[in-house]
């Protein structure tokens, strides 16, 4: 008899989202409301599938589960699978999705044959551990564990409460292995139904060495007005930690040097490898001028009192703050800090404020880590700033897309990251940029080249319309009436 799987349309969604993998399929391997919670059955069914999820149905409503990026095999003991992580799919009912990832070490995973899918140290996630007949429709304890914040969601501030209501009670436990979409007898998905048709671009872009090099230059062109004191206008860049911040500074530095360069740390570690507040200027060319603008670097974002202290920002959007600060969590910036600058002019303001989103984390993102982006931005409302969104890493959001970058404005799933970061922060669309930063590239792309520059080319527009806004403030440098003491 055909095993009958509970997880929906809109729980696969979120999974081929989480996975990077548009047009993955769900097969069900393993069930254990009617096949027993087995350990045995388990791998006897389950190993050697290659990548598998395994999604669980408590007793008070919640669906949560893990990934597992290498295949259950019975070897006896922990397996290193840096890819795996937790997650929740659904509150007591309601779809609230949350993604826990692993730390990468050698304990994402615990592959013996007296257990059930298990999950890390401690264990973050044990479905059963020992043998239970199969429940049909009842709730039953299987001696289930969620020790959640051992090897997977470290950091971020959640428990075995934000995991499954504390209840590992189980309705069901199923696995699945992870295929491709059968339609109509085919297993892909045709391209139409992920892309726009090719005359409904949400955004036209010429993607041609001439559009490139007109864009190069308009940018190197840029000048604030003469009339304005201001020589140089500052982008702050603000972001969670990984979210490319600093690699967009490396892109745009990269494409005016000539090659792929590396001045700012960037990379992927758990904490900010910015410890430092960088304005950094880009050279038209080796040995010549520097261009009209500086791409002002922060410390990342992170969970709890890590990362960049939002006492900080204000200083740091008034142009208090010195180049090569060393950012300190348990001392914030004040007046007494050295080099503090208490006579910071309009050419020392933030300009525009850049606020850089990992595109892949938008609909996962933790609400601590959405409030303070929010709270960021309003504090840049406030003071009239202009503010982007630089929605980073598209290539790890839509497969399309990372074969052909050209197709960034017909992904249906990117034109919808673009309006749910709309409705979340309530900015208009065309503030938000779709960019590929240089990550695994040697030499440049053309393609990578024309959405950063023409990310950079409207934000310094909106810089403009700043200056213009205050330009009486400029002319007089009567700064006061700009100042926001929050």
Not at 86 to 96: E, G, M, P, Q, V
Not at 236 to 243: A, F, N, Y
Not at 389 to 412: G, M, P, Q
Request: aromatic share 10%; charged share 25%; glycine share 8%.
């Amino acid at each position: 008899m055909a095993l009958r799987k509970r997880l929906t349309e809109q729980d696969e969604d979120q999974l081929r989202e989480w996975l990077n993998k548009p047009d993955a399929g769900f097969e069900l391997l393993f069930k254990a409301s009617t096949q027993g919670y087995n350990p045995q059955k388990f791998h006897q069914r389950c190993n050697n599938k290659g990548p598998t999820v395994t999604v669980a149905y408590n007793a008070t409503g919640w669906v949560f589960g893990g990934y597992a990026s290498e295949s259950w095999t019975s070897r006896g003991g922990w397996v290193q699978a840096p890819d795996s992580f937790l997650f929740c799919l659904s509150n007591a009912n309601k779809f609230d999705p949350l993604k826990f990832p692993s730390d990468g070490s050698g304990h994402c995973l615990h592959d013996h044959q007296s257990y059930g899918p298990s999950f890390g140290r401690g264990h973050d996630f044990l479905t059963f551990n020992g043998n239970f007949p199969a429940n049909n429709g009842n709730f039953v304890g299987t001696n289930g564990q969620g020790n959640l914040g051992n090897t997977y969601g470290a950091g971020m501030g959640h428990n075995v409460n934000s995991f499954c209501g504390a209840d590992l009670d189980f309705l069901d436990v199923e696995v699945y292995s992870i295929g491709k979409i059968k339609r109509q007898g085919k297993m892909e998905i045709p391209v139409k139904e992920k892309m726009l048709q090719k005359e409904k671009e949400w955004r036209k872009v010429q993607w041609s060495d001439e559009e490139r090099g007109r864009l190069k230059q308009q940018v190197a062109a840029y000048k604030p007005r003469s009339c304005m004191s201001v020589s140089q206008v500052n982008v702050l860049l603000v972001g969670q930690v990984g979210s490319g911040k600093s690699s967009f500074f490396n892109t745009i530095n990269s494409i005016y040097k000539g090659r792929v360069s590396s001045q700012a740390m960037a990379g992927s570690q758990p904490h900010s490898l910015t410890t430092r507040y960088r304005t950094y200027e880009v050279r038209g060319e080796r040995n010549g001028e520097t261009l009209c603008f500086r791409l002002c670097d922060t410390m990342g974002l992170e969970e709890a009192n890590a990362g960049l202290d939002l006492d900080d920002l204000p200083y740091l959007l008034d142009g208090n703050v010195p180049n090569k600060y060393q950012f300190n969590a348990a001392v914030s910036i004040s007046p007494t800090t050295p080099g503090f600058k208490n006579m910071a002019g309009m050419k020392d303001r933030t300009h525009c404020l850049a606020l850089a989103l990992d595109i892949c984390n938008i609909s996962v993102m933790p609400q601590g880590a959405m409030d303070k982006i929010k709270t960021i931005y309003n504090k840049a409302l406030k003071r009239g700033i202009p503010c982007v969104v630089l929605l980073t890493k598209i290539d790890k959001a839509c497969e399309f897309v990372a074969d052909d970058l050209t197709l960034v404005y017909r992904s249906r799933f990117i034109l919808e990251k673009v309006q749910e970061v709309s409705e979340k922060l309530g900015l208009p669309e065309y503030h938000i940029f779709p960019v590929q930063n240089y990550s695994k590239q040697t030499s440049l792309d053309n393609k990578i080249d024309i959405l950063a520059l023409s990310a950079l080319a409207q934000i310094l527009g909106f810089a403009d319309d700043y200056l213009d806004e205050h330009y009486e403030a400029l002319a007089t440098e009567n700064l006061e009436k700009l100042n926001v003491k929050e």
